[in-house]
């Protein structure tokens, strides 16, 4: 709760193998838990982005690798995009257009 009493958060479970923890938990933002129950309500899962790409981080390792040789790229630093899924794309028909909502 923020200083006004409103409801910003909400705490999440800290998962232990022996029952006792020691740090910090987190909490999920309102915003976030409101989408949640939506979808559980409207589809009974929570909906995922998803971003249709396979790719892979362009570091030493990749760089190292026959597809990173392959590729000519000599330096570390972002991603190398190798599959594209059609299949991700949203159909016409299930395009949302985005909207927001003022608080």
Do not use: C, H, W
Request: hydrophobic share 35%; glycine share 12%; net charge positive.
């Amino acid at each position: 709760m923020n200083t006004k009493g409103e409801l910003v958060g909400i705490n999440t479970l800290i998962q232990s193998q022996t029952g006792s923890y020691i740090g910090y938990s987190f909490a999920v933002p309102t915003s976030i838990v409101k989408k949640v129950v939506v979808d559980l309500k409207e589809y009974g899962v929570v909906q995922r982005a998803m971003l249709g790409i396979g790719y892979n981080a362009i570091d030493e390792a990749f760089l190292e690798s026959d597809k990173g040789k392959s590729t000519g790229i000599k330096e570390q630093g972002g991603i190398y995009v190798g599959e594209v899924y059609p299949a991700a794309l949203p159909k016409p028909q299930e395009s949302r257009r985005a909207t927001s909502s003022p608080k």
